[in-house]
Nanobody, 127 residues
Framework: QVQLVESGGGLVQAGDFLRLSCTAS?????????MGWFRQAAGKEREFVAA????????LYADSVKGRFTIARDDAKNSVYLEVDSLKSEDTAVYYC???????????????????WGQGTQVTVSS
């Protein structure tokens, strides 16, 4: 069954603000798990974007997105969000959210450490 569902992607203009949402069908996947965002551009490997711990007190960003991307969570809505202050063409990719039981931030950037994945939402940035 689908545990995580991403939404908010689409065709956007460079410089736009974008908010991606990831909603869990099972509340515990949000409230008791660290949540991460990954992206995969066409022809490229999947890369880590950002992650946030169960309480929201610890956040990790990839160097490539630091300063423009913000990850946040709202357990009351069973959701985690990824916000971008200014989109660039290089942000074009399929964005995935994922959940991991591992609480150490050292592993959050590793895709294979995540237990649950959404199906992804396409973000296409035009210049």
């Amino acid at each position: 069954q689908v545990q995580l569902v991403e939404s908010g992607g689409g065709l956007v203009q460079a410089g736009d603000f974008l908010r991606l949402s990831c909603t869990a069908s099972r509340p515990s996947l949000i409230s008791n798990y660290a949540m991460g965002w990954f992206r995969q551009a066409a022809g490229k490997e999947r890369e880590f974007v950002a992650a946030i711990n169960w309480s929201g007190s610890s956040v990790l960003y990839a160097d490539s997105v630091k300063g423009r991307f913000t990850i946040a969570r709202d357990d009351a809505k069973n959701s985690v969000y990824l916000e971008v202050d200014s989109l660039k063409s290089e942000d074009t990719a399929v964005y995935y959210c994922a959940a991991t039981t591992l609480r150490r931030s050292q592993v959050w950037s590793l895709p294979h450490e995540y237990d649950y994945w959404g199906q992804g939402t396409q973000v296409t940035v035009s210049s």
